[in-house]
C-alpha cells in the first residue's frame, strides 16, 4: 500500500472567500464508481484534497454531482448538524434520490429528528451494554471454534471466509432472531446490497445496481414474512425481530413496516460493516507485524487496537446528505437541495486530528476517529461491532504466534464499504490454547435472554448516550 507523506501543515480557509463556483478539481476521478475504490489506493488522492480542496463539488460522472467533504470537523458538523444536513434522500451514493427515501420516517437511517429519537429509543436496548455483555460468551465461544479450526487446520485459509463474515452473520442471527439455516442467503444478499457481492469484481456496474435492487428486494419480502408470522404467533425464538414484532400494538412500539425497515437495516449494517472491520483489522496486523508482537506481550491493548483497526481502514467510505438550506462549509457555498457525501474514511487520515495518520498506531489515545459516525446517526451497533473485534483480536493473539498473507488480497467492488472479498493469510500457531467459555447448546437461540431482559414486549428503553 503506498503511504502518502503527512507533507507540510495545510493552509487555513477561515478567511478564504467562499468558493461558489463548481469548478471540479479531480475531473479524471470519478469517486462514485465502484470499480476505482477497488483498484486505486486513493489515500493519496484524499490527502491532496484536504489540503488543498477540502471541500470540492464532484462533478457529474457515473452519478449526478455533489459536494466531497475529505477533512475531520467538516465531517463530524454534517454528521451532528442533522437540521440543515438531512439524512432522508438517502444514505449513499447509491440510494440517494431528490425526493425523500421510501423509507424516511419509518427505518432510522433515512430519518431525521424528532421522529428519529422514537425510533431510535425502541431498537436501542437491544444494543445496551448489558446486552452486549450477555452477548460476550456467545461471541467468544464462536471465535474460539473458528480460530482453533484455522489452528489445527495448519493450512492458509481465506480469513474473510473462516472467519470475518461468519462472525457478523452468527452474531446478526442472535441479535435478530434469525434461522441459523437462514444465514448463509441473508449475507450474500446483503453483499449486493452494496454492490460487493461474490461476482462483484467480474460484473459490470450497471449490472451490479440491478442486483442490489433485486437483492433488497428478496431482502425486503424475506423479513416482511418474518415479522408478520411473528405477529400473528408467539415464537421461543426470543430476538430483536420477534420482540419488536409483538410490541407493534402497543402506543409506543413500531409499526409493521417499521420493524420490518429496521430490522432489514440492522441485517445489512450488522453483516457487513463488521466482517469489513474484521478484515481490515487483520491485514493491518499483518502489514505491521510489530504491532501484532506488542500485543501477544500486552493485551491490554487490545481495546486500542480495534479503536485503531476502525481509524485506519474505516469499513465505510462515504455517506450521503441533502442541504436544507444555503450553508457555508470548509469555505464552499453550498444550496438548499444539494447533495453532501461525507469521506470518513479520509477525515480517519486528517492530519489536523491524527499525528501521523498513515501510521498504524495500537497505542494511540486519544483516538477520536469517526468509524461509527457520531452525533443523530452515530452507529446503534457500535458496541456490538466492539465486543467482536475485541474477542477475535484478544483469541487471535493467544492462537498464533504470527501471520502472513499466502497471497494478494482482493478489496471489495464497492464506493461504500470498504473492506475484503478475499484475505488469503498463513498462520503460525502458538503454543498456548485459551480456555473455552460456557457453550450454547444447538437448540438455543442466544439473544433470547438478553432481547428479553431489556426490552420487554418491545418497549422502548434506551441507554444513555444512544
Known amino acids: ?39 486505486i489506493d486513493l489515500h493519496a488522492v484524499f490527502t491532496d484534497l484536504r489540503r488543498d480542496h477540502p471541500v470540492f463539488w464532484h462533478g457529474p460522472k457515473s452519478h449526478a454531482g455533489f459536494w466531497s467533504v475529505t477533512r ?73 471454534r473458528l480460530l482453533t479450526d484455522i489452528r489445527d487446520r495448519d493450512e492458509p485459509v481465506d480469513f474473510v471466509r473462516a472467519v470475518a463474515s461468519r462472525i457478523p452473520t452468527h452474531v446478526a442471527g442472535l441479535l435478530l432472531g434469525l434461522p441459523p439455516e437462514d444465514l448463509d442467503w441473508i449475507t450474500s444478499r446483503t453483499s449486493q446490497v452494496f454492490l460487493a457481492g461474490a461476482d462483484a469484481s467480474r460484473a ?70 463488521t466482517r469489513s472491520s474484521l478484515s481490515n483489522m487483520m491485514l493491518a496486523l499483518i502489514q505491521f507485524p510489530d504491532a501484532f508482537q506488542a500485543l501477544r506481550k500486552d493485551p491490554t491493548l487490545v481495546p486500542t487496537a480495534v479503536e485503531e483497526a476502525v481509524r485506519w481502514a474505516n469499513p465505510v467510505r462515504h455517506l450521503a446528505r441533502v442541504a436544507t438550506r444555503d450553508v457555508e462549509l470548509g469555505g464552499a457555498r453550498i444550496r438548499a437541495g444539494d447533495p453532501v457525501v461525507v469521506w470518513p474514511f479520509s477525515a480517519n487520515r486528517d492530519e489536523a486530528v491524527f499525528r501521523l495518520p498513515h501510521v498504524f498506531d495500537i497505542r494511540r489515545y486519544p483516538n477520536p476517529h469517526i468509524g461509527f459516525a457520531t452525533g443523530t446517526h452515530s452507529c446503534p451497533g457500535s458496541g456490538l461491532a466492539r465486543a467482536q473485534m475485541r474477542t477475535t483480536l484478544t483469541r487471535l493473539v493467544e492462537l498464533f504466534a504470527d501471520a502472513d498473507l499466502a497471497d494478494a488480497p482482493q478489496l471489495v467492488q464497492s464506493n461504500f464499504l470498504l473492506g475484503y472479498e478475499r484475505l488469503p493469510v498463513r498462520y503460525t500457531a502458538a503454543a498456548s490454547v485459551p480456555r473455552l467459555s460456557a457453550q450454547a447448546t444447538d437448540g438455543d437461540r442466544p439473544g433470547a435472554d438478553f432481547a428479553t431482559r431489556d426490552a420487554p414486549n418491545g418497549s422502548s428503553r434506551t441507554t444513555e448516550g444512544m
Do not use: C, W
Not at 14 to 38: M, S, W, Y
Open 72 to 144: 475531520h470537523a467538516d465531517t463530524v458538523r454534517v454528521y451532528r448538524d442533522t437540521d440543515t444536513f438531512s439524512a432522508t434522500h438517502g444514505m449513499t451514493l447509491d440510494t440517494l434520490r431528490p425526493e425523500l427515501d421510501p423509507g424516511a420516517g419509518m427505518m432510522v437511517e433515512v430519518t431525521d429528528p424528532p421522529e428519529h429519537r422514537r425510533l431510535r429509543r425502541s431498537i436501542g436496548a437491544f444494543f445496551s451494554a448489558g446486552a452486549v455483555s450477555t452477548m460476550a460468551p456467545a461471541i467468544d465461544d464462536l471465535v474460539v
Open 204 to 273: 459490470a456496474t450497471a449490472d451490479l445496481r440491478e442486483q442490489a435492487a433485486q437483492a433488497n428486494a428478496e431482502l425486503l419480502g424475506y423479513f416482511s414474512k418474518l415479522v408478520r408470522a411473528s405477529r400473528r404467533r408467539r415464537s421461543d425464538v426470543r430476538g430483536l425481530v420477534q420482540r419488536l414484532a409483538e410490541g407493534t400494538g402497543d402506543r409506543e412500539g413500531l409499526n409493521t413496516a417499521e420493524v420490518i425497515l429496521n430490522s432489514l437495516n440492522l441485517a445489512i449494517a450488522g453483516t457487513q460493516t
Open 1 to 39: 500500500m503506498a503511504v502518502p507523506d503527512d507533507g507540510p501543515s495545510r493552509t487555513s480557509t477561515k478567511d478564504a472567500p467562499l468558493l461558489d463556483d463548481r469548478t471540479d478539481p479531480v475531473p479524471g476521478i470519478d469517486l462514485a464508481r465502484p470499480e476505482l475504490h477497488r483498484t
